[in-house]
């Protein structure tokens, strides 16, 4: 399955609410006709964290060793040690980490300014906010796109 795929997949966990509790980590590719394919799923008790993403990781690289390839990317969140753990386990694919958790990781001046510009209720006070977000990003005379 995984040789049918694109090379870019994206992995997660997911709280299990209940007796028991728990994550359900995932890993999942597209194929070439743009369908979801699951690549493994596993069940893991206890909290999301560096060891439980280190377990799944493991399960994927001796499942599917050719996971672990030049041009092989996986999109992750990078919280509770997923980021840590990813090059624990994989030496030639690629983390990338997801936008939504990218701009948790924006310096503290930047988030206010991203929180502000969420609320924001009218077009003038969202490029009110843009105007000054660009000024916190201006690295060497250009600005980064948001």
Partial sequence: ?????VPVAQSDMTHVKGYYGGNVFYRYCQDANHHCCLLRACYVVGNESEKSHQMCNDFTWRTIPEFDRSGQTDILDGDKGGWAAFGKTFKNCNPFVCTNHQRDK??????????????????VGLLEVKAQFDSHRRVEGCVRCM
């Fill in 1 to 5: 399955m995984h040789g049918k795929c």
């Fill in 106 to 123: 924006e310096k503290a001046e930047s988030r206010e300014l991203y929180e502000t510009a969420v609320a924001s209720t009218s077009m």
